[in-house]
């Protein structure tokens, strides 16, 4: 895309409404890159315009043509500004009032080279099929990013995973740059995970709405909740595979450890997104996984376990809405927890692993193959070599 991006936006027909990159999320996402890179009174001008324009989740639909341009056209006016370039992500800025800075002439090289990243990666993903929603910096340090994939079948979302994994490593090494999706790889740092959306559809219906049910839940929804609050321990030896993976599982840094869900505490492990009221947004969110899980073990273990709670009408209980679940005393109160180590993970899918087998989804011999691998190949060997932090506590003993 070598033409101006006002200008290639400009001439967007009714037809490319359903190409990737005429999202109104994927343009604010763009200018918000932008904004955050500039200093000064052109930074200030579109931070401003995006500031008083709505977010693209209460708009009427993510494919808003009309708003699209009314945003770029808004920052343009309010900036003199104009984007001369747009090409694999890299974008380099012009206007009357500045001139070109160089590299001794910002305090922020670091963020610029993770910004054009970040930007190069998005069209990596774009040109290979995969719908990118949003795309934005995260709190954690070593240039942690966040990308939201839009939802597809299981199978497929599965695979974008896949090479969603592949483009991030790759358009990193052509950066000069290493990118890694271990859960916890820097102590009393944020972490990363891969927190799973699911919802359950017949042709065009979501059958998890219900507008006249809490929370817009249907009875479905519900009983689905309850499946994966019930498995939840064996289900992490799938969404959770490893022994750094548990090290992420801990109380603060919005670790979802309390085996509850919740419409806004997001340390609960099961949480219901309220953006929308869409009926097709309805859907629920399982925050433990991470992103060293298998996704095909894992979502076809997570849609099991909903399924057996659908199956089976699990009450999920009560939502855990009105508490802050970080000031609460979970192990007082009794909520149940995450496992705290890959060992009692795959304890539990050894005692619960009967609702994976139905219908021949999983088998007993590829669930003992993974328990008995997982112990000899990782478990066993992270127990048996020292660790940095003895020497700090033992060296001197």
Request: include cysteine; proline fraction near 6%; charged fraction near 25%.
């Amino acid at each position: 895309m070598r033409a101006g991006l006002f200008e290639t936006i400009a001439k967007l027909g009714d037809a490319d409404l359903d190409r990737p990159f005429a999202g109104a999320w994927t343009v604010r996402a763009l200018l918000l890159h932008i904004a955050h890179e500039e200093r000064g009174e052109i930074g200030y001008g579109i931070a401003r315009t995006l500031d008083a324009f709505p977010q693209p989740y209460e708009a009427a639909a993510y494919h808003d043509l009309a708003a699209i341009r009314a945003l770029l056209y808004d920052v343009h006016a309010g900036t003199t500004r104009a984007i001369e370039r747009f090409d694999d992500g890299a974008s380099r800025v012009r206007t009357s009032r500045t001139r070109p800075r160089t590299r001794a002439a910002t305090s922020r090289p670091r963020r610029a080279t993770r910004c054009r990243t970040c930007a190069r990666r998005w069209c990596a993903m774009q040109r290979a099929g995969i719908a990118v929603e949003v795309h934005p910096h995260e709190v954690a340090t070593a240039g942690q990013c966040e990308i939201d994939m839009r939802f597809d079948s299981l199978t497929r979302m599965a695979d974008k995973v896949m090479l969603y994994k592949y483009i991030v490593r790759n358009v990193a090494r052509r950066a000069g740059k290493a990118a890694t999706f271990t859960p916890k790889p820097i102590f009393e740092d944020n972490r990363s995970g891969m927190h799973v959306h699911q919802s359950l559809w017949r042709g065009d219906s979501n059958l998890f709405y219900n507008p006249n049910g809490d929370a817009l839940l249907s009875d479905m929804a519900k009983h689905d909740i309850g499946g994966l609050a019930k498995h939840a321990s064996a289900l992490m030896a799938f969404c959770a595979p490893t022994t750094n993976g548990y090290k992420r599982l801990v109380s603060g840094f919005e670790a979802p450890t309390a085996l509850v869900y919740s419409a806004r505490n997001r340390s609960a492990a099961i949480r219901i997104p309220m953006y929308s009221s869409s009926p097709r947004a309805r859907r629920l969110e399982f925050r433990p996984p991470d992103p060293t899980a298998n996704p095909y073990l894992a979502f076809g273990a997570l849609l099991m376990a909903g399924l057996d709670g659908v199956q089976n009408k699990h009450d999920p209980g009560q939502p855990l809405d009105d508490l802050d679940i970080y000031e609460l005393d979970l192990i007082e109160r009794g909520v149940p927890q995450v496992p705290g180590s890959l060992d009692a993970a795959l304890d539990a899918l050894q005692a619960d692993c009967e609702f994976l087998c139905r219908g021949g989804v999983f088998n007993q011999d590829l669930i003992d193959t993974w328990i008995n691998w997982k112990r000899r190949e990782e478990i066993d060997e992270v127990r048996i070599r020292p660790h940095p932090h003895e020497f700090f506590m033992y060296f001197d003993a």
